[in-house]
């Protein structure tokens, strides 16, 4: 009879593994704080589902596009809401210019007071704590000084390692408390973040950082009391961005869109409150 055993591991074999995880992990945190202190332009993914009591309604957006750490970006995607037995999507499109969010209004709901208006607005420094150049978010992610290998993932092709940390907003010091009420926190239930770094294998270089809180962005997630939500926030291409081809935004990020486009009322205060410069 033939007997299965499982290869036994040299403690020398198990110490070396050991030691290059723990060299990576601090690699990571070596890398996320170093672009955090000089951060570079990339790409940047907003993606958020909410469901209502009982799932009977989920609402899907996705948003991506270049953005630049001096408070600028282009985002376009797409909004989807699935009801009972019907499903409809739009494109949508975002700039952050000059600490406002700028969401676009579809065509179909330009009527009576949006009449002619191309653009809703909300203020980014709404959540932000005094004196600071960026977000709150810049301060959360300042506070992760230690992360915990998850393995070795592929991300756009390309093999990387997988990094993540999870912290507590409730806990950070400098998180103001307007970040805290925000609607995001409150929709998602939790103050708890995990944060994901990504690094190249080989060079070990930042590939990707993402933060996200709530329930799972994905389409099977259901709510089982009130209204809920997932948030998803991740920056990668960084020094590489690329406009997404297709929707087009009809503003840019570098150009503020004409006042006379914007309407009186309230953008997506979410993704305000989630914009990470």
């Not at 959540?127 to 998850?150: C, M, P, Y």
């Not at 294998?201 to 009391?225: C, E, F, H, N, W």
Request: zero cysteines.
């Amino acid at each position: 009879m033939q007997v299965f055993t499982t290869p036994e591991v040299t403690t020398s074999a198990k110490a070396t593994a050991t030691s290059a995880t723990a060299a990576s992990e601090k690699n990571a945190i070596y890398q996320l704080q170093g672009w955090l202190a000089d951060p570079q332009p990339g790409t940047l993914t907003y993606n958020t589902i909410q469901v209502t009591s009982g799932g009977s309604i989920n609402v899907m957006t996705i948003l991506s596009g270049p953005f630049d750490p001096a408070g600028t970006a282009t985002l376009t995607g797409s909004i989807e809401t699935l009801g009972p037995g019907s499903t409809t999507q739009g494109a949508s499109s975002a700039l952050e210019y000059g600490e406002q969010a700028y969401t676009s209004i579809p065509t179909t709901l330009q009527t009576g007071v949006r009449l002619g208006k191309q653009w809703e607005v909300a203020p980014v420094r709404s959540t932000w704590g005094s004196g600071e150049r960026l977000s709150s978010w810049w301060t959360a992610l300042n506070s992760v000084k230690q992360v915990q290998f998850d393995g070795v993932n592929s991300l756009a092709g390309a093999t990387v390692d997988m990094f993540s940390a999870f912290l507590d907003l409730s806990t950070v010091k400098g998180i103001p408390t307007a970040l805290l009420d925000s609607g995001p926190v409150k929709k998602a239930g939790t103050t708890k973040v995990e944060v994901d770094v990504f690094t190249a294998m080989g060079s070990g270089s930042l590939v990707r950082v993402t933060y996200k809180l709530g329930l799972p962005v994905q389409i099977d997630a259901t709510a089982t009391g009130k209204s809920s939500a997932g948030y998803e926030v991740d920056m990668s291409g960084f020094s590489n961005a690329t406009a997404s081809a297709s929707p087009t935004p009809t503003g840019t990020a570098s150009v503020q869109p004409d006042s006379s486009t914007v309407a009186s009322g309230t953008g997506d205060t979410d993704l305000a409150a989630l914009l990470p410069f």
